[in-house]
């Protein structure tokens, strides 16, 4: 590209030249007019795409155009973390379509990877109804015209960089920069959060000068060092898509190809340096020193103001979890409180019912001795027919009494039960012989308690 010459304009003409060659392939290989009509609707809608491609100011900041994603601020409706899903969703399916990405995040409940497995099986169903020889030749004209461009559907980008790395370590060795696997936006995402420069290679094993950059400068240990403790890194093969893509969004013209990026204030990522060709590992190492000198303090000054914002985050919710403990405590302290005095409530209203119903058992008790005293036949006086009883009772008194001989056991156990305290149900027993009374009709002379006869309550 000729020194002052606009980048969008060497892009345009380069594609135009490159139409005009594969126009000439497509006839070659027998595509027919078919192929060539594609062909140059394919390039027509590519060389219109990329005139609103990024063009880069004086102050090399990406205006990134290449999508409605890429204009879109915050909202009330999309915060910074919907924005960047919003972002990731189009980095992964290509769809320019911003309300089309929009419904299909909303459907799965943002969550990036469902609403991309959803959006590539509904594009799956769709070419798969297409049906007949049109669509054949379609696919074949498509197919063919496709195989010079990557899509973004082509792969994963973790796999794509998983790869990467496996190649570059077969080439070059082990010693290398710890590259993050994922795609440029993810990286960049991660460089925001860790607040870090992002160092992007973009790899073409095409270039004559690659292989030298690779063992001379990337990959031995003081560069890789180098940017492992300054840096965080992110690399791709211009031949895969994601590679393809960032180097269009970067505006690289040669390779290899090195960009310092950040994010800016206003929520877009500016270049702070670039470098394309061969360049040695004391140069590299300069011009990256020099970004972290001009531009370190600031990212630096971010990181603190953010790491204070952080702490005084924690501060708040260690705080609010500390009162709000307080005031569980408190809760739980006058749910104890209120349950100890429920508890005690209850207990002395039992206890009262309890007393009550001793009182009341105590005055039928006593209501029913002065019945059965009532109902007593008077104590007759000493002579002809009469019989001396003694009882024992439970604690051990006795009670000494003459009856008629011709009196039942009946008298005798009423008398009893209204000269004792205890209030339980009892038998009549004679020791010698060992006898209990059961049957309250017999007279006394007919159980042989006559003339006289010793007994002892025993309780049942």
Known sequence: MYKGENLVDFKLNSLVKSRERLLGIGVAFG???????????YFSRRT????????????????????????????????????ESLALFYSQTGEEDSQKSLQSLRENNWNVDAAVKAYKDSKSRASGNNRGWISSIWNFSWNFVTSFFPSPNDADPAVLASRFITEIERQFGNTHPNFVQGSFLQAAQQAKRDFKFLVVYIHSSMH???ASFCSETLCTEVI??????????????INNPEGYKTSNLLGASSYPFIAVVTHNTIGGMTIMDRIEGNIQAEPLMLRLSIVLENHGPALLQARFENEERETNRRIREEQDQAYNQALREDQERHQKAQEDERKEREAKEAAEREDQLRKRKAEEKQKRKERLRASLPSEPETGDGISNLVVRLTDGSRLQRRFKKTDTLKIVFDYVECNQEYDGEFDLVTNFPRKIFTDRSLSLEEAGLYPHASLFVQEK
């Open 31 to 41: 595509a027919g007019a078919l192929t060539g009509i594609l062909l140059t609707k």
């Open 48 to 83: 219109h795409s990329n005139s609103r491609s990024l063009s880069i100011n004086s102050t090399t900041e990406i205006r990134r155009r290449t999508s409605p994603m890429e204009e879109i601020q915050p909202t009330p409706e999309l915060d910074d973390e919907k924005s």
């Open 208 to 210: 004559h000068e690659t």
């Open 224 to 237: 890789s060092e180098f940017l492992n403790e300054n840096f965080l890194c992110w690399a791709a093969n």
